[in-house]
T-cell receptor, first 110, second 116 residues
Framework: DAKTTQPPSMDCAEGRAANLPCNHS???????VYWYRQIHSQGPQYIIH???NNETNEMASLIITEDRKSSTLILPHATLRDTAVYYC???????????FGTGTSLTVIP | GAVVSQHPSWVICKSGTSVKIECRSL??????MFWYRQFPKQSLMLMAT?????????EQGVEKDKFLINHASLTLSTLTVTSAHPEDSSFYIC????????????FGPGTRLLVL
């Protein structure tokens, strides 16, 4: 079962940073947090993952709290094409299977 | 990144027929693949883990005789929906984990099934 909680929806103005929070308070010490997004009627797309340090790639930045109980995905300059459902996933005690929570539906507004 | 394909991308069938969906890892080998189902406006639900050369393991509540999984090679897993009924209409998605040592998964584009 999913062990993460995310706000169900968020809006963000085009060109501004989108900050998407996720609580994963039961994450175990050596498990990664993964972020994916799903654009309507497509398969989920990998965004980024992290363990304890902050991470950045060409798509986004991931900020993980020191206690690892929560993280924030940052899209630095949101575009209309970033409108999607964003999922954070904790694979603790799942045998590396992904259990999706309800995710956050991000709408980027022109 | 790694590419996972699915075929067909959409299918319409009559109630009572069986439908086979293929999932292929195009540029890497996958001893394990995963199958998900997604109903409209809902999240992805893990159905089963497909294991190359052995039986699939199913999540609680998923009927193994209804959803037959075969993983006969390192690049192909198939999901067969047997005796499909309208309530089986859904978006079916597969994934395969990265071979990089981490369990980053790569997802296929999905197959939309409509049972009439």
């Amino acid at each position: 079962d999913a062990k993460t909680t995310q706000p169900p929806s968020m809006d963000c103005a085009e060109g501004r940073a989108a900050n998407l929070p996720c609580n994963h308070s039961t994450i175990s010490g050596n498990e990664y947090v993964y972020w994916y997004r799903q654009i309507h009627s497509q398969g989920p797309q990998y965004i980024i993952h992290g363990l304890k340090n902050n991470e950045t790639n060409e798509m986004a930045s991931l900020i993980i709290t020191e206690d690892r109980k929560s993280s924030t995905l940052i899209l630095p300059h949101a575009t209309l094409r970033d409108t999607a459902v964003y999922y954070c996933i904790d694979t603790s005690n799942t045998g590396n299977q992904f259990y999706f929570g309800t995710g956050t539906s991000l709408t980027v507004i022109p | 990144g790694a590419v996972v394909s699915q075929h067909p991308s959409w299918v319409i069938c009559k109630s009572g027929t069986s439908v086979k969906i293929e999932c292929r890892s195009l540029d890497f080998q996958a001893t394990t693949m995963f199958w998900y189902r997604q109903f409209p406006k809902q999240s992805l639900m893990l159905m089963a883990t497909s294991n190359e050369g052995s039986k699939a393991t199913y999540e609680q509540g998923v009927e193994k005789d209804k959803f037959l999984i075969n993983h006969a090679s390192l690049t192909l897993s198939t999901l067969t929906v047997t005796s499909a009924h309208p309530e089986d209409s859904s978006f079916y998605i597969c994934s395969a984990p990265s071979t990089s040592g981490l369990w980053t998964q790569y997802f296929g584009p999905g197959t939309r099934l409509l049972v009439l």
